[in-house]
């Protein structure tokens, strides 16, 4: 039989793709299945941005672009930067990426050598640590928790950095948890930083403007202006402009970082889709008012979600501050039903109750369920009146 590569021995396929095979088989059998699986907007993209690329096609740009982005469109990023985080990034330090997880690839590629470490706090998306392990890097967690706020202290940090670190993926609004940093935080975090400049941050901003926390969004650089040669901040119109299939990620970063992600990115895709980069420069330029819409419905399902998870025994809820995820540690309800772990609870919810969710272990947290609150209150609801009935 045919090898693959070594590699592979250590890249796993995304483990959440079981429950959504089994949810997808319940639907085929006709089941009535409510999903709050998916990390993607429930919204449209918005008109102007659609029509802004229906007039490129009609235009002609449809060719190979810049392999890192168009002018129009890296200084429409620039304007982002200087707008929302007070930020100033020349051309040559931004790069636009095929979807902001093709970004945090190309940063992998792009700085981590065999051996390299890269920190992970726990809880975080799934996506990172499988992305080291294809760059030959050694992902190495920090644990939280529901009890610490789901955020990593200054002591665990130093204590986690080593001479082989080589990155830090610090994502605020957190997927999976809507825990965000706070700018005194961030500056806490920084100090440690500052004293390791050869550690590189992957600031994952993509959560942004869904955020509804008490204190404005604050982006490390913003915070820690000083950190701007270690960090790349990383962003992308996916979740904030209900744009996850256009796919269109960005970064601005020190230019040696961001040159070396450049050539990683001409050797695979080149230019991100020329259409989607003329849409993303109209959701980036155009009228931000329907930020502010979808931010609204996201945070009264999030009052409601949070509330509800708490009514039921055996879950326990944080209020997150952004993203559309809801994190209860479900340990209660484990003991409760003498279950041997979150993916049991997941699959007898999925069987009993056809609601999917997703189990809080590939997160790199067992013992909690992630449920995204993409989807409209009346599914909310009715998840809810279900998840009571299989647990009561
Ligand atoms: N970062 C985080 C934390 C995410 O949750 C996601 C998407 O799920 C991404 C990055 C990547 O988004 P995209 O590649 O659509 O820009």
Redesign the pocket.
């Known amino acids: 039989s045919l090898t693959v590569s070594e590699r592979m021995s250590r890249v796993m396929p995304s483990a959440t793709s079981a429950v959504l095979g089994l949810a997808a088989r319940l639907r085929e059998e006709g089941k009535n299945v409510i999903s709050l699986g998916a990390?993607?907007p429930d919204f449209d993209t918005p008109l102007h941005i659609k029509e802004a690329a229906i007039r490129a096609i009609h235009d002609g740009q449809t060719k190979y672009t810049a392999i890192d982005g168009t002018t129009s469109l890296k200084q429409a990023i620039q304007r982002k930067f200087e707008r929302d985080n007070a930020l100033d990034y020349g051309l040559e330090q931004i790069l636009v990426s095929v979807?902001?997880?093709?970004?945090?690839f190309n940063l992998c590629m792009g700085v981590l050598s065999a051996g390299d470490e890269a920190i992970i706090p726990a809880p975080a998306?799934v996506?990172y640590p499988d992305m080291v392990r294809v760059a030959d890097g050694i992902p190495v967690s920090i644990m939280t928790g529901i009890d610490s706020d789901f955020k990593i202290l200054p002591e665990q940090l130093e204590a986690a950095i080593t001479k082989r670190t080589r990155l830090l993926f610090l994502?605020s609004p957190?997927?999976p948890s809507g825990s965000c940093y706070t700018r005194k935080e961030l500056e806490a975090l920084g100090a440690v930083l500052l004293r390791h400049p050869n550690v590189v941050v992957a600031a994952?901003d993509?959560?942004e403007h869904i955020h509804w926390g008490a204190e404005p969004f604050c982006s490390l650089v913003t915070a820690v202006p000083e950190l701007k040669n270690q960090v790349v901040t990383?962003n992308?119109?996916?979740?904030c402009y209900a744009m996850?299939g256009w796919?269109?990620?960005y970064a601005g970063g020190p230019a040696e970082v961001i040159k070396a992600m450049k050539t990683i990115q001409s050797q695979c895709t080149s230019n991100p889709c020329s259409i989607s980069q003329v849409a993303a420069t109209a959701a980036l330029d155009g009228d931000q008012t329907c930020i502010a819409e979808m931010n609204a419905a996201y945070k009264a399902r999030s009052d409601y979600i949070v509330e509800a998870l708490n009514g039921i025994p055996g879950f326990e809820c944080r209020r997150g501050e952004g993203a559309f995820y809801a994190y209860p540690r479900v340990t209660g309800a484990l003991e409760a039903r003498g279950l041997k772990d979150d993916f049991e609870l997941v699959e007898l919810l999925l069987q009993e109750a056809v609601v999917v969710m997703v189990p809080g272990s590939p997160f790199g947290t067992p013992g909690y369920v992630r449920l995204s609150f993409a989807c409209s209150i009346e599914d909310l609801q009715e998840s809810v009146r279900r998840i009571r009935s299989v647990l009561a």
Not at 99 to 104: F, R, S, V
Request: hydrophobic letters at 30%.
């Open positions: 990390g993607e979807g902001a997880k093709h970004t945090l998306w996506s994502n957190s997927n994952d993509i959560y990383i992308g119109v996916s979740k996850t796919r269109i990620g």
